[in-house]
């Protein structure tokens, strides 16, 4: 899920769903949110930012 709010009951409730499955869940946000200690990667930045760099590394690599 992108560019959603965690501060909404609908978006909170997608990350508490995968962390109950053990998806794992990056967080990429400018400040604290609601997501944070489900999070299994937290990353304290603009998705706007972030994103371009993540679509370039090779999903081989992702996947481990």
């Known amino acids: 899920m992108l560019g959603s709010s965690l501060s ?3 978006g909170y409730r997608i990350v508490l769903d995968a962390a109950a499955r053990g998806i794992p869940i990056a967080v990429v946000n400018r ?3 609601r997501g944070d200690a489900h999070a299994t990667i937290r990353i ?3 998705l706007c930012d972030v994103l371009p760099a993540v679509l370039r ?3 081989r690599r992702l996947a481990g």
């Open 57 to 59: 590394v090779p999903l």
């Open 8 to 10: 909404v009951g609908s």
């Open 31 to 33: 400040g604290h949110s």
């Open 44 to 46: 304290d930045d603009d």
